[in-house]
């Protein structure tokens, strides 16, 4: 067995994760295609727009052998938290032989030179990163602006601007700090752009379906309802026919208004309630909250009116918007940094939670409860293999996956699905 390794989303899943999962079989001589996906919530800090267990049967009709969840303190992190959390657990299977991931440039050698250029981090780099900070830009600018004074070619420039070369470089960075023997490949990112909101001929990205779906609940958060507007609503998914597998087109018509689409302002109450309890003291504590940011929420909190809009208002120079929605997810999901930082440094991950396999592909359990450095996760009831630090993690990743059923169960009415009572998918 030959095992390649995917970091993924599917937020939702279309045409170029399937091409994704084919390709990486192809370049890697890869026969069995493992998984690690972001759960109910994504690293831009927003819930994802359908529940990760739709995503995961997607995911495995497509192709994929087995998925495995990311932790919700990794999902929600920063590129960096991101990257090692994904490629750490990949790495911690013990059965994963290589790392492939898509990118914009299709260049592993420029991409590689740039990771080990940050991981050293030289003297002139560091010096110019903190002038730029001093300067009141962001952390993100601050380390364009760094990037752009020390980087050794005008090439290397170009890399960094585009949002999948960044995230490799990060892959690869964490590979190195790990010192894994996974082997990486990236494949050149198929069709539209990261952020394009109107659809592409074939390889739409996922901002443009999620634009489409949002469109079909006709939804105040819109910003591109006219690409839309003279389409019946009850034909609307059909415009996905040529941009969503057929199997994952009869999941996104079977659910809808169902079980999704989810958005962030479905939980501003559930944000709220966690903000009105806090002190600025106490929202020092949660994962992305500076002492500049905590003041600024509690200030502000006369003008919340949603999460969306609340997370806007917040914005300064030196904070992005980015920065902040994951900011604001962590106090509503309780991650607080004490917490992740135990979570590193008892060893990353502690334990594999699996949400679905295929058939023929189970064999893959066996094989992991002998190669695996992590106890393998199958029934969330059951923890009596897990250390207390484990045991802690996996509740916050329970209550996280609660609070989005919830959610789901107030907006469509439909009924609760308890976290601890799914069992794992088998298709």
């Known amino acids: ?254 659910d809808h208004h169902i079980t999704y689409p989810l958005y962030q302002n479905d939980f501003s109450l559930l944000l709220k309630y966690k903000l009105l309890n806090k002190s600025a003291k106490d929202l020092i504590r949660y994962m992305d909250v500076s002492e500049e940011l905590a003041n600024r929420i509690c200030n502000q909190m006369e003008y919340f009116f949603n999460f969306k809009q609340f997370s806007e208002r917040l914005k300064t120079k030196e904070l992005t918007q980015t920065r902040i929605t994951r900011a604001l997810l962590h106090i509503m999901l309780g991650i607080k940094k004490d917490q992740v930082k135990a979570y590193v440094k008892g060893g990353i991950h502690h334990y594999a939670r699996i949400l679905g396999v295929r058939k023929e592909s189970t064999s893959i359990l066996g094989t992991l409860s002998v190669s695996s450095h992590l106890p393998l996760v199958v029934n969330p009831s059951r923890t009596d293999q897990l250390s207390g630090i484990g045991k802690a993690m996996l509740f916050q990743d329970i209550l996280a996956s609660n609070l989005y059923n919830s959610v789901i169960t107030d907006k469509y009415k439909t009924p609760y699905k308890n976290e601890y009572k799914q069992p794992i998918l088998k298709i």
């Open 1 to 254: 067995m030959k095992v390649v390794g995917l970091i993924t989303e599917y937020n939702p899943f279309h045409n170029g994760h399937l091409y994704h999962i084919e390709k990486a079989k192809k370049v890697t001589g890869a026969d069995t295609v493992i998984v690690v996906m972001s759960g109910d919530y994504v690293q831009r800090g927003i819930p994802a727009i359908m529940p990760k267990r739709l995503r995961c049967e997607m995911a495995l009709k497509c192709g994929a052998s087995a998925v495995f969840e990311l932790p919700v303190c990794y999902s929600t992190g920063s590129a960096e938290l991101f990257a090692t959390g994904a490629v750490s657990f990949l790495d911690q299977l013990g059965i994963v032989d290589s790392l492939c991931f898509g990118s914009e440039c299709n260049d592993l050698v420029l991409l590689d030179s740039i990771a080990d250029f940050l991981c050293a981090e030289p003297d002139n780099y560091k010096s110019t990163l903190k002038e730029g900070l001093k300067h009141g830009l962001s952390f993100p600018s601050a380390r364009q602006y760094a990037l752009e004074k020390t980087l050794p070619s005008s090439k290397c420039l170009e890399i960094i601007k585009n949002p999948n070369n960044i995230l490799g470089i990060e892959y690869l960075k964490a590979l190195k700090r790990l010192h894994s023997s996974m082997k990486p490949y990236t494949i050149e990112r198929k069709g539209a752009s990261y952020h394009d909101t109107e659809l592409h001929q074939k390889y739409s990205s996922a901002s443009a379906i999620r634009s489409l779906l949002e469109y079909s609940s006709k939804s105040i958060e819109l910003e591109n309802y006219s690409n839309y507007d003279n389409t019946p609503l009850h034909n609307i998914l059909d415009k996905l026919e040529e941009q969503v597998p057929k199997d994952c087109l009869q999941i996104l018509k079977d």
